[in-house]
């Protein structure tokens, strides 16, 4: 029986590599710098993640070491020039968060969540002299970043926040809760979002663990990006010195800002995510053999993987078009929140028939789809739920908030 399982398993170990799905050509856009990351993180999904994941995410497990490469690959950073960051164009970043998330989620949200949202708050709020102390050190992952915004009572509402800042002499004081705080119980620069107690104004500062009133705890129970850790946070009077509030985080708009350079980058992950599942998809149909043919033989499983392509197709040439508009510093928020809205709703979709067209070797972790089709949950919730992005694109297209 052992022997029979390994055999089967050997089969199949290379459903999770990459097939180079490009129907409509779209590689043909890319310039050599655009390539060579692409490539490199291709290889490393490729070549490390994938055989090593699914235990890290099924014990829910940190894999560090994959962590630790992505400095070596270079892609830590973003667009944000100076300081040893990544310095990437548009379309590079968004090419690196979809390989990633290709290969894992959690690997794809840890890099978000430090790079994406820590140092782009850094990058985006905070004085020359701040970014000078804190970027450099996180471009090497020598310092890891996270940003706590979201509350146990605000998710979606997140600009009616309730921790609260009070300025104490050269100090300022820190109260209140966060939830769902992406690398919180391991990072040693917290962003943290509060009210200042006087001028009601959302304020931002870089919180340096271990710091006395500071407890992060590990939210477990979690079915999705496993092995990323999400925390609960409690802040009782945590000192913050003055030098460590971001100068130019006076309002939430600010913070709003941050996430808007974000929700564009959930597009290109969920397209990751499809893209794995279709690719898995196929190679298997190709070599599965029932009824003494392959799958792929059957009529209806290719009209499936045609519909699956369509979407996939579609998901590309959007994310193409995000990278266009941000080159020329043309993406909106809505724009954004459109295309994340999209990918992640077409993702979900493409990945419930992949796992469905593996049958019983879809719900295996060493098939990966699985993995993937749970994942994407997040992608489809975090950084703005398809509910919300659906309300702010209506807003705009019609002039009419359907929500305060």
């Not at 663990?209 to 407890?215: F, L, R, V």
């Not at 997040?378 to 705009?396: A, K, N, P, W, Y």
Request: proline residues 2%.
């Amino acid at each position: 029986m052992t022997e029979d399982r390994d055999r089967h398993s050997t089969r199949y170990a290379h459903l999770g590599e990459a097939l180079g799905t490009d129907f409509f050509f779209v590689r043909e856009q890319f310039t050599d710098e655009q390539w060579d990351r692409f490539i490199a993180v291709r290889k490393f999904v490729d070549d490390e993640v994938l055989p090593d994941i699914a235990e890290y995410w099924e014990k829910a497990e940190l894999p560090w070491h994959l962590f630790r490469r992505l400095p070596e690959l270079g892609v830590v950073g973003e667009d944000i020039q100076g300081y040893g960051a990544a310095a990437m164009s548009p379309l590079a970043c968004g090419l690196v968060h979809m390989e990633l998330h290709r290969g894992d989620g959690s690997l794809g949200t840890f890099l978000a969540v430090h790079a994406g949202l820590a140092m782009q708050s850094i990058a985006m709020c905070g004085s020359d002299e701040q970014k000078q102390r804190w970027l450099p050190a996180m471009s090497t992952l020598d310092r890891i970043g996270a940003f706590a915004l979201t509350e146990p009572e605000h998710g979606s509402d997140s600009v009616a926040l309730e921790t609260t800042a009070r300025r104490d002499g050269d100090h300022w004081v820190l109260d209140g809760a966060k939830r769902w705080i992406g690398n919180g119980t391991i990072a040693d620069l917290v962003v943290v979002w509060a009210r200042d107690t006087d001028s009601g104004d959302v304020l931002g500062f870089v919180v340096e663990t271990p710091a006395e009133g500071y407890h992060a705890e590990v939210i477990t129970g979690k079915v999705s990006l496993r092995s990323v850790w999400q925390s609960d946070i409690r802040l009782t009077g945590v000192r913050v010195p003055d030098e460590n509030r971001l100068v130019n985080a006076r309002s939430f708009k600010d913070a709003a800002r941050v996430l808007a350079s974000t929700r564009g980058t959930c597009a290109w992950m969920a397209l990751g995510h499809a893209t794995a599942g279709y690719e898995a998809a196929l190679r298997y149909a190709t070599e599965r053999q029932q009824f003494g043919k392959p799958l792929a033989s059957f009529q209806i499983v290719q009209e499936r993987l045609v519909r699956m392509l369509a979407d996939l197709t579609g998901m590309q040439l959007y994310c193409m078009q995000l990278a266009r508009l941000a080159d020329a510093g043309r993406l909106s928020p809505t724009v954004a929140g459109l295309a994340k809205m999209h990918n992640t709703r077409t993702a979900r979709a493409i990945l419930s028939e992949a796992r469905d067209l593996l049958g019983g070797n879809g719900i295996l972790l060493e098939h990966h789809v699985v993995r993937h089709w749970a994942d994407i949950e997040s992608i489809h919730t975090f950084e703005g739920t398809e509910t919300m992005q659906t309300l702010i694109v209506g807003r705009d297209i019609t002039g009419i908030g359907a929500f305060t």
